[in-house]
């Protein structure tokens, strides 16, 4: 197993190392203290599941060594011990000021810390309606946190696994970075390894059902979703590619490894269709029943292993033996691979044990199904589960068999950001519901809208005739509205790959929550669904039904302090610094950019599968502050039409930055079409200024300038400069330019003709709106004292006091 070996530097500096007969306390960075106790005195240099390097810098540190005490001291913590068993009276940290404020003090072994811990992820959301348990990450409002590494599986050096020495060992690390959220995932990932880059097709639309499809009705669903103009980049196949119910299946049938002929009587003609419409291709696995005699692969196997056949008794699964664990990648599903399989999606469900104690079957199978993965030089993908700290670097998650109720919809958002506090940041999950529930259209239509600003977006559902989630089957409203968002989940892949490239170099997750940014400030801790979608984005699906009379659902919003910020569905502009309620149709949720925000988009509208560069791009533009954003690409990502106009280096890259002072955008952008969309400019600039690689082309009849006051922005379009593979336009508005003040009396209108109520009470509602004499605070307290539902007021108390600038409107 020696080809599966991965880099990794467990041992850590002698330096770093204060040590005992039986203790030892590892210094990794300033703020994070390995800490070890053993029964025997034998200590665990080999890499685990979590902590794959500990060869770092010595950071500056003093020991003060006495028969019966240590302590080991720095600028962020005081560590003491009484040189006993670890205990909570015998081993306690204590921070520095730049840690805590109040005075908060780690001991071993007391749970007080969980209280205050910010949570992590857990293995599955099966069977979970609602909330469930996410157990501990690395972050705590209290700053500090331990993770238990004590029993978790280990690599032996060589390729292969293993696991812990018997006896009484403790094996833990601290966190000690105080609301510095960031710096602690920072020393997550420089321990436990980084995030690797996704491949840029797992960022497109994957089509997934449990259902068993004929060959022809699989290839002949992706053409539809194609006339649609629907795109998608991953085809999932669930179990039924191989023999389930066949009577030569002599178990329950979770488990195969040979196609079903029946179902897919040509499959490497199947494999070549999918991958002539730009579609990757996963199979489900279920590995726990082993290789039964049925199997294609069962003879050859059998042959490697030296297993008797004459009995037709079966191979078992044992993945904690080098040879079987060859013979399963390299025969078994290597065979399949060959026919039709970009890579796997493993489906373990039973359990964490194994004959040796310490190997997880599901950490095991992540590990190597990836790095197997990667073999031939491609970036590599499964789907599987989390498996515990350190499941990062396996991605992408699946996290279960979601049911289909607002309920588990309304925790979705909090349970995804929430794992970027113990490093995970690609969850999977079965948008729309996979089972149990009731048909609700609008449910679906809103899991999909957040399944959009998620980090992989899946569509799923059982084998039920009545719960498929293809957009068309749903009323035309939903149909529309879900076919929109996919279509714009594809239009944001240029903006994913660059944040994906970004999570794996700056240690950045796609999905992060408000406080990580804003750890001091307590309404950060109050809108757990609300989340950072990259850095430009403030992301707040709506998780609850809307309002039958209204006809608008709404989330609760808090705008951090960073200027104004700008809906880029709606152009409406918000004041920061506040909390409010956002109301919003079925066809929009709240997607929020703060000014200086640049998010580079696909400019078709209906891009094509596989989530290829695009030919052309739309890039949003906030003024208002400075901002700076990258377009990273791989050439190997590219159409022929793309090739044409791009150079074909190993690594692409265009540079957007945005100078408010100056009012100037400047693109240094790698050929093709380039379109600057400024959201919330409401008029052309009088002195706008357009230059191509220093050439004034404000009047070139090729460039045009257009404004859309339904959705307010400015929009600059500028063709490839004669074909050139680098060129540079710079687009000038004028000095400081700023957000236009909108007018949202078109809007409120549109909003209060759906209202399903009295037309009395429109009437009152309208000649509030309609006074424009009176200050914008006299008309909402009229508008309050209104003897009215507030859901039929509150809408248009959020648009009329959006922006403090816009009150005289």
């Known amino acids: 197993m020696k080809h599966y070996h991965f880099e990794s530097k467990p041992v850590a500096q002698a330096s770093a190392i204060v040590s005992g007969p039986h203790y030892r306390f590892t210094i990794l960075t300033d703020r994070l203290i390995r800490y070890e106790w053993s029964h025997d005195g034998k200590f665990e240099d080999r890499a685990s599941t979590f902590a794959i390097n500990r060869d770092f810098p010595v950071p500056k540190f003093q020991v003060l060594d006495r028969s019966d005490e240590l302590e080991i001291i720095n600028d962020h913590f005081h560590l003491s011990y009484d040189k006993k068993k670890f205990s909570p009276s015998g081993l306690l940290c204590s921070f520095s000021s730049k840690i805590t404020l109040w005075g908060a003090q780690w001991r071993y072994g007391l749970d007080t810390d969980r209280r205050e811990n910010l949570g992590g992820t857990a293995r599955t959301l099966d069977e979970v309606d609602g909330r469930c348990d996410v157990g501990n990450g690395i972050l705590s409002k209290f700053g500090y946190a331990a993770l238990d590494d004590s029993e978790s599986m280990l690599f032996d050096g060589h390729g292969f696994v293993a696991g812990r020495r018997p006896g009484d060992r403790i094996d833990g690390y601290l966190f000690c970075h105080g609301h510095d959220y960031r710096g602690a995932i920072k020393d997550f990932y420089k321990v436990s390894g980084k995030q690797p880059v996704l491949p840029r097709w797992a960022l497109g639309n994957w089509w997934s059902r449990y259902y068993n499809y004929h ?103 044992d993945p904690t033996t080098p040879k079987f664990m060859e013979a399963y990648m390299n025969i078994l599903h290597r065979n399949i691979e060959k026919v039709a399989c970009d890579f796997w999606w493993i489906d373990w469900q039973q359990g964490s044990h194994t004959k040796v104690p310490g190997i997880d079957p599901l950490w095991l199978l992540n590990h190597f199904h990836f790095v197997d993965n990667a ?33 588990s919809l309304e925790f979705q958002p909090e349970f995804t950001a929430t794992a970027s ?55 035309k409203e939903s149909e529309e509205i879900i076919e929109n968002f996919m279509r714009f989940r594809h239009r944001m892949i240029p903006y994913l790959y660059t944040r994906n490239i970004l999570a794996s170099t700056e240690d950045e997750p796609l999905v992060q929550p408000m406080y990580w940014l804003f750890p001091e400030i307590g309404e950060a801790y109050q809108v757990p669904n609300q989340y950072f979608f990259g850095s430009e984005l403030i992301v707040a699906p709506i998780v609850k039904p809307r309002d039958k009379r209204t006809n608008l659902g709404y989330v609760k919003v808090w705008l951090p302090p960073m200027h104004r910020h700008v809906d880029i569905f709606t152009g409406t502009v918000y004041d920061g610094n506040r909390e409010l309620n956002m109301y919003r149709p079925l066809h929009e949720i709240p997607v929020l950019a703060h000014e200086g925000s640049i998010i580079p988009l696909d400019a078709n509208e209906k891009p094509g599968n596989g989530g290829l560069n695009p030919e052309a791009f739309e890039v949003l533009v906030v003024v208002g502050r400075n901002g700076q954003t990258s377009v990273l690409e791989d050439p190997a990502d590219d159409s ?170």
């Open 215 to 317: 060959e022809d009705e699989y290839v002949s669903l992706m053409d539809e979703f194609k006339s649609k103009g629907i795109p998608l980049s991953v085809a999932v196949i669930d179990m039924d590619w191989h023999m389930v119910g066949d009577p030569q299946v002599p178990h329950a049938g979770w488990t195969g490894y040979t196609w079903d002929k029946k179902l897919f009587p040509n499959p490497e003609n199947f494999g070549r269709e999918l991958h002539s419409r730009n579609l990757k291709i996963t199979l489900n696995d279920h590995p726990h029943a082993g290789v039964h005699h049925h199997e294609d692969s069962y003879e050859e196997m059998a042959k490697f292993l030296g297993h008797d056949t004459s009995k037709k008794n079966p191979i078992l699964f």
């Open 375 to 407: 073999l031939d030089g491609k970036l590599p993908l499964i789907f599987s589960r989390y498996a515990g700290p350190g499941s990062h670097r396996y991605p992408v998650g699946f996290s279960g068999d979601s049911i289909t109720t607002w309920a």
């Open 421 to 475: 506090n113990i490093g995970y940041g690609w969850w999977s999950h079965d948008l729309g519901g996979h089972f149990g529930g009731h048909r609700d259209d609008e449910l679906v239509t809103r899991w999909v809208q957040f399944g959009v600003f998620s980090p992989i977006f899946r569509l799923h559902s059982s084998n039920s005739r009545w719960t498929s989630k293809e957009p068309w089957l749903y009323r």
């Open 640 to 809: 022929e039409q793309v090739k044409k106009e791009s150079p074909q280096n190993n690594e692409r890259g265009s540079l957007i930055q945005y100078k408010q002072e100056e009012g100037e955008l400047t693109a240094h952008v790698t050929g093709r079409t380039w379109t600057f969309r400024f959201l919330s400019l409401t008029e052309t600039p009088k002195d706008l200024k357009i230059t191509v690689d220093g050439q004034d082309r404000t009047k070139d009849a090729r460039i045009s300038i257009s404004t859309f006051p339904a959705t307010p922005s400015l929009l600059v379009h500028v063709p490839p400069a004669l074909h050139k593979e680098k060129y540079t336009i710079t687009i000038s508005l004028g000095k400081t330019p700023q957000l236009g003040v909108i007018s949202h009396r078109e809007r409120i209108e549109k909003l209060l003709l759906d209202y399903q109520t009295e037309f009395e009470i429109k009437d009152k509602i309208w000649s509030i709106v309609d006074d424009t004499d009176s200050a914008v605070n006299v008309r909402i307290g009229k508008l309050m004292s209104l003897s009215v539902d507030e859901t039929l007021t509150e809408p248009i108390a959020e648009l009329l006091l959006s922006d403090v600038r816009g009150m005289h409107l």
